[in-house]
Structures are given as structure tokens and as C-alpha cells.
């Protein structure tokens, strides 16, 4: 057995807070995951600055705020070079270092410091353009996509059900459960298992395209949702919201709109049926862990790296800066005690930037310099640690682009495009049902000029004159990052 612990760091893609029985979901079944949380350390206030892929998993890997990072929206393209990553921090620190599944990084097979990279992003629009060069293409990048031909003939594809990556529609999946990317991810990694170096600790990400859509669950885990439809809770839709999405033309990958109450019950069968899928898929991959003797000596971090707003509000998807979307679940699970952690259940703010720099602490003791995070090490112990008093979050995302602040109990929303502001009370509104702008307008104040000290030097000018301007375009890569996209296509 190593001194150093082992650390598996297991990631999915656009699951939401609530979507776990743990964190108060009264319909899922996530049995794995309550455990993990029951036995770990829940963290109830984790959050994505920047909710979408590519920038909250550069918030991931790197440990910079999307200030350093450079990401500030959804931007496919921008090239990967960055000198500090946890892939090459656990390479440096001795461990054998895997990424299985969802790395969404340019180039697509840029492995970011890891020793080894066995890739499935899923359905990225930018992969399946039939005129980029083959090896930028899904058909020369895709490892599951070839495995799954090799298994079900090269006609086999990925997009066979008909469902896009980013539509509401749901169906069960039209392949063997075992052939499902979920159940890939897992069979890889009990792989990993059975060839690591046994000399050597490793650092294992199994990272989940789901339950990003599309929403093509197996059938068992479909089934079980759709037989209990009658139990769901209504969708959250707040008072400011009544109007949104009702003059939108109709479409399978609608950012907002007023569907009918059965595409919505639909939608969120499968949903909860890819993270209960998920969670049976960990289970099986737990058991592994335990046959190779592996269990007390590692360390597993379990998140998601943005959330789905599920047609809360009228919304769809991600990049809007409402709980829904921003909230995200994350667990540290210590079967060991390797950690020596005691608290349970962490209400400190804390955000994807802080897992670098927490996993480096947890693996050698170090204190990780170059970060903007912060080590959660010491609120598995400390109940008077503080990580932060607030965080700012924002997403450049057209007419919808937004800047916000939020504390444990307020949370304040500037929309740069529209002009508009809103307030919520989460502490006594913890839905976001009413807007309380107009009536705590000092509270609203205090947290403006907080988002003004964070923009006041920032290059697209949302500052003037030491108060937020209204702009006519929001920039989604900063200009350092820029400059790459030539560098990368010239490489």
C-alpha cells in the first residue's frame, strides 16, 4: 500500500444540487451517493462561477477564478495552455495520473498534463463538423465512439436515437445498457484498477457526459421515473417569470419556452433516470475498488460541474445565474478516514476553483501556490473555517449575459445586455420565487458595489465612472486567451 492516498475524482455533467436523495430530492433514488454523503462530507454551498463546460471545467483543472482562467461563457476553439493543471500537479507529485470519459479541451486530444486520456466529450457540435479535418473530428478523437463500433458494426453512432446534446426530448436508450457511455466510463476504469502501476498512487478522473442530455437513459431507469410521474413536485417557476419563453418559436434544443406538462414530465423521467443510472454505475465501480484492496487508502471527490435548470423559471439547460443552474453537488467520500474529517455536512461557499488546491493538500499536505482556490481541507474539521464571505459569478451569454453576487443568504443578478438587476433572499426564498429588489434596496446596494470592485479593472468596461454600464456585447473569451486560438491552429 502507498503512504500517499489514491484520489478518484468522479465528475458528471449538468447534474443539479437537488438531484440527489441527500440533498432533499424526495422522488430520486441515488442510494451510492446518500451514502457517500451520510459516510463523507456533503458540501451544501458548491457552485459553478461560470456554469457551462468548457469554462467551469477550466475552473476545474486549473484552480484559477475565470478572471486568471480567461474563460467567461461557452466558447469552443480556444486553445488549452496552461501551466498548472491538476493532471501535471499529480503527475509532478509521483502519482499515475487517467482522465476516462469527458475531457471538453482544444485540441480535443490535448491531454492537459495526464499521463493518458481515453476521451468521450459526448456530442460537441464543433467535433461533429463534417469539414473539419479527420483526426479534429469526432470520428478520429472519440474513443467510446470506436469501441462502440466495434461492437455494434461501423455504421454505429452516437447520434442513432435521434436526440441532440442539448434537446428537452426523452427517450430510453436503443442499445444494450452495458453499451451506454455511463456504463463505458466504469468498465474503463475497473480497467484502470486491474493496470495501474501498483507501485505507484494514482489519480483516476472518471468524468460522466451525463445526465447531460441527450436524455437517453436505459430503459430500467427510464421506467422507474415514468411510473412515479404522479409524485413528481411541480417545477419551480418564479413570479418574475410568468411571461418568459411564451413567444418563443418551438424547438428540441429551446433555451426557454412553456412546453406541455407531459414533454416536461418526460424530460425529467430520463433525467433522474441518467443520475440514478450514474449512481448504480458507481456503485459497481465501489465494489471494484473494494476487490482490488484499494478502498481505505483512497480518497473519492464527487461533483458536477454545472447544473440544469429543467424548466425551473421557464429554462433550460445552463449559463443563467439561478440556483438551478449554479448550484452544483459535491462530496468528499474518505472510506479510510485518511482524512480524519468530522463534519459532516460543510455550509462554508465553495466553488470548482477550490478542488485543485484541495486535492493537492489531501494527497501530499502542501499548500498549492498559483490558485485562486482555496483548500477545503480544514472544513472537514474546522466548523469556524471560512472559505470565503461571497463569490462572483457571471456567464457571457448573449442578451441573457449576467454578472452576480452571492453570499450564504443573498444573492444579487446584473444583467449587462438588458440593463436589469434582481435580488433573492435565499435564506427565506431559497427558490428564487420573488424578486425583492425594490424592497431591500440597501442589501441590493451593498452587493452592487462588491460586483463593481470585482469589474472595475476588467477589460470589456462594465465600469464607468465607478458604476455599472450598460453594454452592447459581452466578450466570452478574454483577450489573453485569444491570442491562443492562432498559437493552437498553428501548432
Known amino acids: 500500500m502507498t503512504k500517499q492516498p489514491n484520489i478518484i475524482l468522479m465528475v458528471v455533467d449538468q447534474m443539479r444540487f437537488d438531484a440527489m436523495g441527500a440533498n432533499g430530492n424526495p422522488i430520486i ?14 458540501f451544501q454551498n458548491a457552485y459553478a462561477a461560470v456554469p457551462s463546460c468548457i469554462p467551469a471545467r477550466a475552473a476545474l483543472m486549473t484552480g484559477l477564478s475565470q478572471e486568471n482562467h480567461g474563460r467567461v461563457g461557452y466558447e469552443d476553439g480556444v486553445y488549452w495552455d496552461y501551466e498548472q493543471t491538476l493532471g501535471s500537479t499529480f503527475k509532478e507529485a509521483g502519482y499515475q495520473t487517467q482522465v476516462i470519459g469527458k475531457m471538453h479541451v482544444y485540441p480535443e486530444r490535448n491531454r492537459i498534463g495526464f499521463d493518458h486520456v481515453e476521451l468521450h466529450d459526448g456530442y460537441l457540435h464543433a467535433n461533429r463538423n463534417q469539414n473539419k479535418k479527420h483526426l ?16 455494434k458494426g461501423v455504421a454505429a453512432d452516437i447520434i442513432d436515437d435521434g436526440l441532440d446534446c442539448n434537446s428537452w426530448v426523452a427517450r430510453p436508450f436503443m442499445e444494450e445498457e452495458a453499451l451506454h457511455p455511463t456504463n463505458w466510463v466504469v468498465t474503463k476504469g475497473i480497467e484502470f484498477l486491474e493496470r495501474r502501476d501498483p507501485t505507484a498512487p494514482f489519480f483516476l478522473n472518471l468524468s460522466f457526459v451525463r445526465p447531460h442530455s441527450p436524455l437517453n437513459p436505459p430503459p430500467f431507469y427510464y421506467d422507474m421515473y415514468k411510473d412515479l410521474l404522479a409524485e413528481f413536485p411541480e417545477i419551480t417557476i418564479g413570479e418574475w417569470a410568468s411571461e418568459i419563453g411564451t413567444n418563443e418559436r418551438a424547438s428540441v434544443m429551446a433555451f426557454k419556452g412553456q412546453l406541455k406538462k407531459h414533454e416536461l414530465d418526460r424530460m425529467r423521467a430520463a433525467y433522474y433516470g441518467l443520475v440514478t443510472h450514474i449512481d448504480h454505475q458507481i456503485g459497481r465501480f465501489l465494489m471494484a475498488l473494494g ?3 484499494l478502498a481505505n487508502n483512497t ?21 443563467l445565474p439561478y440556483q438551478s443552474s449554479i448550484h452544483v453537488p459535491f462530496l468528499i467520500y474518505d472510506p479510510g478516514n485518511c482524512l480524519n474529517g468530522s463534519i459532516r455536512q460543510i455550509e462554508e461557499i465553495v466553488e470548482l476553483r477550490d478542488v485543485l488546491p484541495t486535492l493537492v493538500d489531501v494527497a501530499t499536505g502542501q499548500t498549492l501556490e498559483n490558485v485562486d482556490g482555496v483548500s477545503l481541507r480544514e472544513t472537514l474539521t474546522n466548523p469556524d473555517f471560512c472559505t470565503r464571505e461571497f463569490l462572483h459569478g457571471e456567464h457571457s451569454f448573449g442578451w441573457e449575459s449576467n454578472q452576480y453576487i ?5 444573492k444579487y443578478i446584473w444583467f449587462p445586455i438588458q440593463g436589469k438587476e434582481q435580488l433573492f433572499d435565499l435564506k427565506n426564498d431559497p427558490d428564487e420565487r420573488h424578486d425583492c429588489l425594490t424592497e431591500v434596496p440597501e442589501r441590493a446596494q451593498q452587493l452592487r458595489q462588491i460586483l463593481i470592485g470585482k469589474l472595475i479593472h476588467r477589460e470589456e468596461g462594465f465600469v464607468k465612472d465607478g458604476q455599472l454600464v450598460k453594454l452592447n456585447h459581452t466578450k466570452v473569451s478574454l483577450d489573453f ?7 493552437g491552429n498553428n501548432a
Open 481 to 487: 486567451l485569444k491570442a491562443r486560438i492562432q498559437g
Open 291 to 293: 476487490e482490488h484492496e
Open 299 to 319: 480518497v473519492i471527490v464527487f461533483l458536477s460541474d454545472h447544473g440544469d435548470q429543467l424548466g425551473d423559471h421557464h429554462y433550460f439547460r445552463k449559463a
Open 406 to 410: 452571492l453570499t450564504k443568504e443573498w
Open 29 to 42: 433514488s441515488t442510494p451510492n451517493l446518500d451514502m457517500m454523503a451520510e459516510n463523507g462530507h456533503n
Open 136 to 151: 479534429t473530428q469526432y470520428t478520429g478523437s472519440d474513443d467510446y465512439l470506436r469501441w462502440l463500433k466495434e461492437k
